[in-house]
């Protein structure tokens, strides 16, 4: 689907929306990137990214909670990401945490427990930031006590 953005009457940009919906493991490709990723699957999955590249990026969204863990992983142990992923409790008004990867060995977003954010509603943005970082942002919704979804 395409849409024109609009900024005081100019046209900013054009963007191409691609959705992907993953109820399986899955291997994205380059080609793959600007994409939205559905992870629509309560059994678990793991979604490994392509070769790390300035200027790649994905957006995931926890569409249904998992019941057993949601991987994230780069393409190889030595593409790290950066950046921090809040995690709130939507059942305790002021239970929420940052948690931000150590930059020496993160190479999953392991959605493994609710405590790690495998809760539906979660979201979060990956981007290429040169050939071995991806940058992360985002918010994931967990239970319990909060803990790092980096490993």
Wanted: proline share 2%; with cysteine.
């Amino acid at each position: 689907m395409r849409s024109d953005v609009l900024n005081d009457n100019s046209l900013v940009s054009n963007i191409d929306n691609k959705v992907k919906v993953l109820t399986a493991s899955h291997t994205l490709t380059a080609e793959d990137s600007g994409s939205v990723i559905l992870l629509d699957v309560a059994g678990g999955l793991t979604v490994t990214l392509p070769s790390c590249a300035s200027g790649l990026n994905f957006k995931f969204i926890v569409k249904t909670t998992f019941t057993t863990a949601g991987l994230i992983n780069t393409a190889a142990t030595d593409e790290l990401y950066v950046g921090t992923l809040m995690l709130v409790d939507p059942a305790t008004a002021t239970d929420m945490n940052a948690f931000s990867a150590d930059v020496s060995n993160d190479d999953t977003i392991d959605l493994g427990s609710a405590a790690q954010g495998w809760l539906q509603g979660g979201w979060f943005n990956i981007v290429g930031t040169s050939s071995t970082t991806w940058h992360v942002d985002g918010q994931l919704v967990g239970d319990g006590t909060l803990a790092t979804p980096f490993e």
